[in-house]
T-cell receptor
Framework: GENVEQHPSTLSVQEGDSAVIKCTYS??????FPWYKQELGKRPQLIID?????GEKKDQRIAVTLNKTAKHFSLHITETQPEDSAVYFC????????????FGSGTRLLVRP | SQTIHQWPATLVQPVGSPLSLECTVE??????LYWYRQAAGRGLQLLFY??????ISSEVPQNLSASRPQDRQFILSSKKLLLSDSSFYLC??????????FGPGTRLTVL
C-alpha cells in the first residue's frame, strides 16, 4: 500500500525566511497531493493541493512542487510570519473511489519573531 | 456550501464505558465519510471510511466500530473504552473528488 514519509519533523525559521517541507510517496498510482495546516487543538485545514498533471502550484506565499519521477512533493512557504506556526501534514491519494488519503507524520513549524 | 459537524466537542469517560461519537454533513448527498484518530502530538490515523449507507471499511483492527445509518451521518462507537482510546477524533468528508474536509473534532479522555 501507499506510504508517505515527511521531513523534517520540526522546523524553526526566523520571521521573513522561507520554509520548505518535503514528502515522498511510494505508490506510483498516486495522483493527488494535498497539504493541511493544523493549529493547536484545531482541525486540519486544507491550504493547497496539487494533482499529478501539474508540476507546480502557487497561492500567494505558499507553493507546492511535484516530481512524479522521483515521487516526491514539497511545500514552500515564503516570507514566513508568526501565524504560519503550526503542524503541517502532507498526504497522497491514489484516486480510487474510496478517495482515501495517506498522511505523512507531520512537520511542526515554528516561526520566530 | 457543505458543512460538517461533530459532537460532542469534548468527552470524559471512565474505562469500560461505551462510546458514541456522531458526525453529520450538510449541503451534499452521498459523500464519502472518514473517521480519523490523532493521539496528542501525533499524526492522523485513518480508522474507518464509508462510500455509502451501510458500507463501512475498517483500516485498523481495534475495539472501535463505525456505522452509517443515514447518507450524511457517520457514527463511531465502542462497547468498552480503553485508556489507550484517549485521543482527538476527527471526521472528514469528500464529495466527488479526493479533497477531504475535516470536522471540528471530539477530544476524548478516558480515565
Amino acid at each position: 500500500g501507499e506510504n508517505v514519509e515527511q521531513h523534517p519533523s520540526t522546523l524553526s525559521v526566523q520571521e521573513g525566511d522561507s520554509a520548505v517541507i518535503k514528502c515522498t510517496y511510494s505508490d506510483s498510482a498516486s495522483n493527488y497531493f494535498p497539504w493541511y495546516k493544523q493549529e493547536l487543538g484545531k482541525r486540519p485545514q486544507l491550504i493547497i493541493d496539487i494533482r499529478s498533471n501539474v508540476g507546480e502550484k502557487k497561492d500567494q506565499r505558499i507553493a507546492v512542487t511535484l516530481n512524479k519521477t522521483a515521487k516526491h512533493f514539497s511545500l514552500h512557504i515564503t516570507e514566513t510570519q508568526p501565524e504560519d506556526s503550526a503542524v503541517y501534514f502532507c498526504a497522497a491519494s491514489n484516486g480510487d473511489s474510496s478517495y482515501k488519503l495517506i498522511f505523512g507524520s507531520g512537520t511542526r513549524l515554528l516561526v520566530r519573531p | 456550501s457543505q458543512t460538517i459537524h461533530q459532537w460532542p466537542a469534548t468527552l470524559v469517560q471512565p474505562v469500560g464505558s461505551p462510546l458514541s461519537l456522531e458526525c453529520t454533513v450538510e449541503g451534499t448527498s452521498n459523500p464519502n465519510l472518514y473517521w480519523y484518530r490523532q493521539a496528542a502530538g501525533r499524526g492522523l490515523q485513518l480508522l474507518f471510511y464509508s462510500v455509502g449507507i451501510g458500507q463501512i471499511s475498517s483500516e485498523v483492527p481495534q475495539n472501535l466500530s463505525a456505522s452509517r445509518p443515514q447518507d450524511r451521518q457517520f457514527i463511531l462507537s465502542s462497547k468498552k473504552l480503553l485508556l489507550s482510546d484517549s485521543s482527538f477524533y476527527l471526521c472528514a468528508f469528500s464529495w466527488g473528488t479526493d479533497t477531504q474536509y475535516f470536522g471540528p473534532g471530539t477530544r476524548l479522555t478516558v480515565l
